[in-house]
C-alpha cells in the first residue's frame, strides 16, 4: 500500500509539473517547475530517489495549482552522504586525496562518499547529500562551477510528494598561493594558462554562492588550500587561516584535515585555511581542536611563554582590563577609536576548544571615515543636495550598524593546565574594511 500511495504521488506531482510547463524547455533530470519547486525525475523509476534542496515554502505555495494541494509536503529525511565532485583520472591533488579520504570515511564513520567527474549532469538537489565537496584543482572556470552549484542546490520536489534537503556546507579544496599569484613560486606556477587565478575564481564561486543565498536551509562554506601533496613529506604539521603558509602535505594529513573540517570542526565553517606538513604523532582529537582554533576569528597571536602557571588567571585578566581602559581613554593613541567590552564566555564551547577557564575583553572599532565609510568631496556636496541640509547629516540619518570590526584578546587556561594569552578579530562581517590598532 505504501507503495502505491507513492507511486500515486509520484505520478500526479510529474503530471502536474508537466502541465505547468507546456511548451517550456525543462532541464535534464526535472519533469519542470511547479510553484517554483523543481519536480525531480529519478534514476531508476519514473520518479526515483533524486533527492534535493529544502524548501522554505509552506505546503499550499509549494503546490499551488496542483491536484495535491489539499495533502501536506513533508521534508524527506537527510542522508549521511558526501559528492565529491574531481576528477582522480586528470587531476593530481584529486588522483592521491579522493581514495585517501574515502578510505578514512568509510573506515571511521557510516558515510556514503560519491565521487562525480565535473563533465557529468550534477543530480537536482544533491542526492539528498550534507556536504559537497569541490576540488578547484578539477574545475576549469567558475562558471562551470556555478552551474553545478546551481543543480546541487536546487529546490525540489522528490517523487513521493517530499521535499528534499540540500547540502548545508560546500567545501572547495584549492592550493596554496592562489591569493598570492604576484610572489615567487606561485607568480612562475600561474605564468602559463594562470591555472591559480583559475582556481581562486572557483574558491570565489563558492564563497560568493553562500553569501549570495537568501532561501533556506543555511549554507556553509569550507575553502581549504593544500600544499603540494607529496607521500614523503618531512616538514611538521602547520594550520594558518588565509593563504600565509608554503610548503607540502602528505595524502594522510590532508585526507584527516577535510575529514575535521567536514564532521567535526565548526570552526571550518565560513573560513578559509592553508595546511602543511605530516601527521602529527599525536593525533587525537585534541590536537584537531586546537590546531582549527586558529581559524576563529582567525586567531592573531598566541603566547604560552614566561606567563607563569594557572594560578595567574585572574591577575592577568585585571591587568588586561586595566590595559584596555587606558586604551579606551585615548592615554595612549591609537589608529583607530575603540570601545571596550568584556568577552562574551560560552561555556558550552570550551570543552570544544581544549580550555578549562578563560576571560577576556574586546577592543571594539568605532566607526570613522574611512574604508567603506569614505566619502569624496563630491559625494558629500551630493549627499546634501539629496538631503537638502548643509554640513553633516543628523545622528538619526547616519548611524551605522554593521560591524565596524575589532580585536579580542583572551586568557585561557588549557585542559594541560597552561596559562596563554591569544589574540583575535572580532565583530566581523563579510565586508568589515580591516583597520589598524
Request: one cysteine or more.
Amino acid at each position: 500500500m505504501n507503495t502505491s500511495e507513492s507511486v500515486r504521488r509520484s505520478t500526479k506531482l510529474a503530471a502536474a509539473a508537466d502541465r505547468a510547463n507546456e511548451g517550456k524547455g525543462v532541464e535534464l533530470g526535472s519533469w519542470g517547475s511547479l510553484g517554483g519547486v523543481t519536480v525531480a525525475t529519478g534514476g531508476g523509476g519514473l520518479l526515483g530517489s533524486v533527492a534535493s534542496s529544502e524548501a522554505t515554502t509552506t505546503p499550499s505555495s509549494a503546490t499551488t495549482s496542483s491536484t495535491m494541494s489539499d495533502e501536506s509536503v513533508e521534508t524527506a529525511p537527510k542522508e549521511n552522504r558526501i559528492i565529491m565532485i574531481a576528477d582522480p583520472s586528470q587531476d593530481p591533488l584529486a588522483k592521491s586525496l579522493v581514495p585517501a579520504f574515502c578510505d578514512l570515511i568509510q573506515s571511521s564513520m557510516d558515510v556514503t562518499v560519491e565521487v562525480l567527474k565535473p563533465t557529468m549532469t550534477m543530480p537536482l538537489g544533491g542526492n539528498n547529500a550534507q556536504c559537497v565537496i569541490l576540488f578547484a584543482t578539477s574545475l576549469n572556470d567558475a562558471v562551470g562551477c556555478k552551474k553545478m552549484l546551481d543543480r546541487l542546490l536546487r529546490r525540489t520536489l522528490l517523487g513521493n510528494g517530499k521535499m528534499g534537503n540540500p547540502p548545508t556546507q560546500l567545501v572547495c579544496v584549492s592550493t596554496l598561493g592562489t591569493e598570492r599569484t604576484n610572489k615567487m613560486p606561485y607568480s612562475l606556477q600561474n605564468i602559463l594558462g594562470g591555472k591559480l587565478d583559475k582556481r581562486r575564481q572557483v574558491e570565489e564561486a563558492v564563497v560568493n554562492t553562500v553569501q549570495q543565498r537568501v532561501t533556506e536551509p543555511p549554507l556553509d562554506y569550507t575553502i581549504l588550500k593544500l600544499g603540494e601533496i607529496k607521500e614523503n613529506v618531512n616538514e611538521s604539521f602547520e594550520l594558518e587561516a588565509g593563504d600565509v603558509l608554503d610548503g607540502s602535505i602528505s595524502p594522510q594529513l590532508a585526507s584527516n584535515i577535510l575529514q575535521q573540517a567536514v564532521a567535526f570542526q565548526p570552526f571550518a565553517r565560513n573560513a578559509t585555511f592553508g595546511v602543511v606538513g605530516n601527521v602529527p604523532e599525536d593525533s587525537s582529537q585534541y590536537v584537531w581542536d586546537e590546531a582549527f582554533v586558529k581559524v576563529d576569528g582567525p586567531e592573531l597571536l598566541r603566547i604560552t611563554d614566561s606567563l607563569g602557571d594557572a594560578s595567574y588567571l585572574d591577575q592577568l585578566h585585571e591587568y588586561l582590563g586595566e590595559w584596555a581602559l587606558m586604551m579606551e581613554s585615548g592615554k595612549k593613541k591609537l589608529a583607530t577609536p575603540i570601545r571596550v567590552a568584556p568577552s562574551s564566555i560560552q561555556l558550552a564551547n570550551l570543552a570544544r576548544e581544549g580550555v578549562r577557564e578563560r576571560a577576556g575583553v574586546r577592543l571594539l572599532f568605532l566607526p570613522t571615515n574611512t574604508g567603506s565609510a569614505y566619502m569624496s568631496k563630491a559625494e558629500e556636496r551630493a549627499r546634501e543636495e539629496q538631503s537638502g541640509t548643509k554640513g553633516s547629516l543628523p545622528s538619526s540619518r547616519k548611524r551605522r550598524t554593521k560591524p565596524e570590526g575589532g580585536v579580542e584578546v583572551l586568557v585561557e587556561v588549557t585542559k594541560d593546565d597552561t596559562l596563554r594569552v591569544r589574540t583575535k578579530r572580532c565583530n566581523m562581517a563579510d565586508d568589515t574594511v580591516l583597520k589598524e590598532i
